[in-house]
């Protein structure tokens, strides 16, 4: 591999942050080529990443085997990693249309890597088809008993409603803000 052809490998790419760590790399090779004459400040940002390659390459050229592997490995575009974390539920369409290659042949497998999805996901579709939706939430604090603790102990802090309701401080806050009293005092 030619001095060209890694200026052009170095040049192709626009990626700041690679660029960064080629940088690092050629200033680690000029200071493992010299240590003795190696400067002891580290190169400016400025300094041009030409002039580095061609230090390296006419001082040491059996390092250049070492910055083609490292310049490959940094600029080669690599394969996005698959990521079933999603953030958001699939829609009742989506679900029916996965179960209905499903009942049509199609393995799980097939399946989860065609939509890129967990075959774990398409199990729980099929056992439940029916998405599920919380309707109400449960809470331990009986709303009418808060409010009457608070007719009582108007002063209370909440950690001691917490003690009283075995609860924490959060879920007192949580169910006075759901019965819409707050802690400013009335004139």
């Known amino acids: 591999m ?3 052809t890694v200026l ?8 700041t942050d690679k660029l960064k760590l080629a940088y690092h790399l050629l200033g680690q090779l000029m200071l493992a080529q010299s240590p ?3 400067p002891t400040q580290k190169l400016p940002p400025s300094t041009d ?4 390659l061609e230090r390296v390459l006419k001082s040491k050229p059996n390092r250049l085997p070492a910055l ?6 940094i600029f080669i575009p690599t394969e996005p990693k698959i990521c079933y974390n999603t953030p958001m539920a ?5 679900r029916q249309q996965v179960l209905r290659q499903l009942n049509c042949g199609k393995t799980y497998r097939q399946l989860a890597e065609e939509y890129n999805i967990s075959t774990r996901t398409i199990l729980n579709w099929k056992a439940n088809p029916d998405r599920k939706v919380r309707t109400s939430y ?8 808060l409010r009457q603790d608070v007719l009582d102990y108007p002063d209370a802090y909440q950690r001691e409603r917490a003690t009283r309701f075995n609860c924490t401080d959060r879920a ?3 169910a006075l803000k759901r019965l819409k009293l707050t802690r400013k005092k009335s004139d």
């Open 49 to 52: 990443y030409d002039y580095c």
């Open 8 to 15: 052009d490998l170095a040049s192709a790419l626009s990626d």
């Open 172 to 174: 007192i806050a949580k």
């Open 36 to 38: 003795s004459s190696a």
């Open 90 to 94: 699939y829609s009742d369409d989506f």
């Open 138 to 145: 449960t809470s331990k604090i009986d709303l009418e008993k």
């Open 68 to 73: 083609r592997t490292f310049l490959e490995a």
């Open 2 to 4: 030619s001095y060209r």
